[in-house]
């Protein structure tokens, strides 16, 4: 099959995460469980971006309620790091949705495409709150269309 | 919110899955990517069980494809094992589905639901491959229903 | 060359740690670092079964100043857990070492023999602290010889 | 204590680590093991460096026989990449050691100390094999003193 045309929008952040030779497992190839690795790293870097000296309050707040991965293509150790490209992709009262595409630096090839949602979060109460202005803003910035995940194909065909 | 009312199959393997205090995170908690590799360990032992002595061919011509999954509490460590239960929950010509459930020993607590799509292949000739006689004949005994997993949810909400 | 005889004292705790797919790195062999998450894990439950109650005040109050590592032969996953042997090796008036020997579950290979100095530390004051008597107790009750690590050896010879 | 004066010889390799998130422990510190996974991340780039073209060769027929760490700080995750400086600190005719020195870029701080004992093995016949000229040449290119680990002053003070 071909692979899906995949659109990043242009306020997406762009983050290199370095591979590890250790992300292998006995196959060779990076390690499926590790691209998640390379999803949270980009998501630490990418929020230190957008929401800037407010990160912590923010990192404090936010939890990964769900994630959902694709893969398209094996990954093996490079030198070059990984390339995650994120940016958000829906926005609600308590939760907003994060889509990724992870590539590698000095090549054309999407390797997978996911999305998390999170939800935002009062520590101290121990339960879920809405976002905040700062937050709202900071993920309006970078909005963009969700990706066409493999179960969202099948959500299509079945209506 | 209410945890969804969770439906395992009579069939479902149920395998300890021995939690290591390093899988938590700076937060004090198991680190989301974490509760995959528990999923990756359930399914190493599961075919090991279902596929036996034909598990090593089986287990160098299948691919993880997809893998979703809903967080649903906090994990910390604990000197009990994770528990997952895990059941085929799909099957077609060159592929199959396997759902799971992240208990703890010792505990009610759901903590994530899962699902993950593998895809029969053929690493000599480097393409998908049609599932096999035994292979089918595994997954046919320990099918079940899938999980109701938030994206599915969103799904019937559209309709 | 033969294996270096070991001698494991009397007191010594047993840990099995299980083994997962993942401690493989890509030569098909539990990468070298996992040896240290081994260690890492069975000290977590040794601490567990000597200090008992007492076990989360001293786990506050240790960290692992040194550790030495020889490898002595190549593991692979296995369905049975690696089985880690671990005592206190010596005592002094602030730290003290801890004793490994990596072997596992259904055989007599020795894969590792390690050691490690831990220092007691007050987190509060953010400084060395003495032994408090129940540390030294417990430690007491599992004393056994050093193990005679690859460095011991040289230095051996060389006087 | 004061810290002990760290002599790195001017041959020596400085590479980059990436610091992930992850690597933190529930204690919000670097993990001690992933410490060893700095050491191991610096030496598969430093042997790039050191071997060239050689190095799958030279990769392939290398195993880690010994290694030695002393923790001399914590570290925290930090937007800056660990900055791990190495080179060869004794050549034998079967194995040589790497001496390492684990800081981060934009601080003095020296956080371990370390050193891995290397043996050159035949992969084929399985069993330790001579160094040959190419790899001599490279490690003597980059030959320095070994550092003064904690184990050593103990044994300088034996005598």
Redesign the interface.
């Known amino acids: 099959m071909p692979p899906p045309a995949i659109v990043v929008p242009p306020g997406a952040a762009t983050i290199e ?2 591979m ?3 992300d ?3 196959y ?1 190839h990076v ?3 590790q691209y ?2 390379y999803l ?2 980009a998501r ?2 990418a929020f ?1 971006l957008w929401f800037g000296q407010e990160r912590s309050l923010l990192e404090d707040g936010v ?9 398209l293509a ?1 990954m093996t ?1 490079n ?1 070059q ?1 990984a390339l995650v490209r994120l940016w958000c992709s829906a926005i609600s009262g308590a939760s907003f949705d994060i889509s990724y595409v992870v590539g590698q630096v000095g090549t054309d090839v999407t390797y997978a495409q996911a999305e998390s ?1 999170l939800v935002t979060y009062d520590l101290t109460a121990a339960r879920p709150r809405r976002i905040v202005d700062h937050e709202r803003q900071a993920m309006e910035s970078v909005l963009g269309e969700p990706l066409l995940l ?3 194909k099948e ?1 299509r065909r ?2």
Do not use: C, K, Q
Not at 63 to 71: G, K, M, P, Q
């Open positions: 995460v370095a590890r030779w250790s292998m497992d006995a060779g390690n499926n469980v998640l690795r949270e790293e630490v870097y230190h939890l990964v309620a769900r994630t959902e991965i694709d893969y094996p150790f030198y790091p949602t493999r179960s969202h959500r079945e209506h």
